[in-house]
């Protein structure tokens, strides 16, 4: 008898049929150990706010604009409620995410990535875009390279973290992070917190931390408050 290997969309199909999705759990909140603050629910809210009148059509991107359901313009109303002096992303990809937060505070943006932006096919960055706007190739999940960073990184007030989604190297950066000096401790913003892979990353964060995927993207948007204390 020839056995066929089954997989998890073997077992599970499905239920409807959509353009895209990812497999998650629901997980119990009274075990629950990264508890939101007062002030981190009371961001959040003025983002929401905020995120309601923010108009992202210039971009002329199918997906920027389209809120709830995508997470640019929360991004955007972060950055504008906030106003950080520095703002860290990591992961450049097309540059949607860094054009989004760019025009809605004053400060700069460093974004890193393992590629340059352009390497990317589908880029929609241009050399015109940079100046508030830098790139830095190299793997924040690296300690070393990490270390070569730490004095830029702790001037950031807003961390958006967008990087292979695979939990692990999430999970690296975090404890990196969690040992740099920060002149102000920041707010970091995590993409993709409902996908399977992220779960048990999402999970174990101990600081105060809110899952704001139904105002975010789909597959998952959460907003942590890096503590002193861990």
């Known amino acids: 008898m020839i056995w066929k290997k089954k997989t998890i969309k073997d077992l599970l199909p499905p239920p409807v049929k959509v353009s895209h999705g990812e497999y998650s759990m629901i997980l119990s909140a009274k075990d629950e150990r990264g508890r939101p603050s007062e002030e ?12 309601i009148s923010i108009d992202l059509q210039f971009l002329q991107d199918e997906h920027a604009n389209l809120w709830p359901g995508e997470h640019y ?12 002096a520095l703002v860290i992303e990591i992961g450049t990809s097309t540059g949607l995410s860094a054009l ?19 390497s990317y096919p589908n880029t929609v960055l ?7 706007l830098k790139q830095v190739v190299g793997d924040l999940g690296d300690l070393e390279f ?7 990184i702790q001037k950031a007030e807003f961390i958006f973290i967008d990087a292979s989604h695979d939990g692990a190297l999430e999970k690296r950066i975090l ?6 000096p920060f002149k102000k401790p920041p707010i970091l913003f995590f993409d993709d917190i409902r996908v399977w892979t992220m ?7 101990t600081h105060p931390k809110l899952d704001l995927t139904s105002f975010g993207h789909w597959s998952g948007t959460g907003i942590v408050e890096l503590t002193k204390n861990h």
């Open 40 to 51: 981190l629910i009371q961001m959040s809210l003025k983002a929401i706010q905020s995120a």
């Open 146 to 152: 990490f270390q070569t960073q730490k004095d830029l």
């Open 100 to 118: 989004s937060m760019l025009p809605f505070f004053s400060g700069d943006l460093v974004t890193y990535d393992i590629k340059n932006w352009h």
């Open 175 to 180: 404890a990196h992070l969690e040992k740099v």
């Open 73 to 84: 313009r929360l991004l955007a109303a972060f950055c504008q409620i906030l106003n950080p």
């Open 199 to 205: 779960l048990k990353m999402w999970r174990e964060i």
């Open 126 to 132: 241009h050399t015109s875009d940079f100046g508030r």
